[in-house]
């Protein structure tokens, strides 16, 4: 079963404009960590957040993590044609190994130039 | 340096019939994960390495899908009698294991499609 739940599942923008994404998740966790695909590539991974941080930044990403709601956020600013991919979140249960990521179905975000 | 590696890239097999799915992972790399993604979907989580520590195997979806790991390094995952509903692309990371309890390096992952 999935842990996190991304929203929107797909997300259309201009160039220049801040995407936003939004992952909701369902247990208690260790941390949070988003990772991008492009389109018939592997998976790259982008930030990760603990428990006990609240929002963290790299470079054009900004990511929130809220443990009393179970969400966090993604922010990417200023975005580009090459930002175009899904966008997973990913989290780890306190009660689970550490190597056992729960992710989410993404959004698909589209830029467009 | 070379990343991930998997073989093979695509496989078209028939139903019923046994698959070997590998995984090459970045040298050192002492973690080595396999993950499934339907189309469409996230990753499902299968099964994960951890040096000489015994597997998490939790998320095979059956025993008819076991995974192996020879010398620490190199991986294969092998799905008995396969079924329509195995169709997927099977992908693989790996990663340092101190300090770094995530899989950062995934391989391209291979397509199997089965008929």
């Known amino acids: 079963s999935q842990q996190g739940e991304e929203d929107p599942q797909a997300l259309s923008i201009q160039e220049g404009e801040n995407a936003t994404m939004n992952c909701s998740y369902k247990t208690s966790i260790n941390n949070l960590q988003w990772y991008r695909q492009n389109s018939g590539r592997g998976l790259v991974h982008l930030i990760l957040i603990r428990s006990n941080e609240r929002e963290k930044h790299s470079g054009r990403l900004r990511v929130t993590l809220d443990t009393s709601k179970k969400s966090s956020s993604l922010l990417i600013t200023a975005s580009r044609a090459a930002d175009t991919a899904s966008y997973f979140c990913a989290t780890v249960s306190q009660t689970d190994s550490w190597g056992k990521l729960q992710f989410g179905a993404g959004t698909q975000v589209v830029v467009t130039p | 340096g070379a990343g991930v590696s998997q073989s093979p890239s695509n496989k078209v097999t028939e139903k019923g019939k046994d698959v070997e799915l590998r995984c090459d992972p970045i040298s050192g790399h002492t973690a080595l994960y396999w993950y499934r993604q339907s189309l469409g979907q996230g990753l499902e989580f299968l099964i994960y390495?951890?040096?000489?520590?015994?597997?998490?195997k939790s998320g095979l979806p059956s025993d008819r899908f076991s995974a192996e790991r020879t010398g620490g390094s190199v991986s294969t995952l092998t799905i008995q009698r396969t079924q329509q509903e195995d169709s997927a692309v099977y992908l693989c990371?790996?990663?340092?294991?101190?300090?770094?309890?995530?899989?950062?390096?995934f391989g391209p992952g291979t397509r199997l499609l089965v008929l």
């Open positions: 990371a790996s990663s340092l294991a101190l300090g770094q309890g995530y899989p950062n390096d």
């Open positions: 390495f951890q040096g000489n520590s015994a597997p998490d």
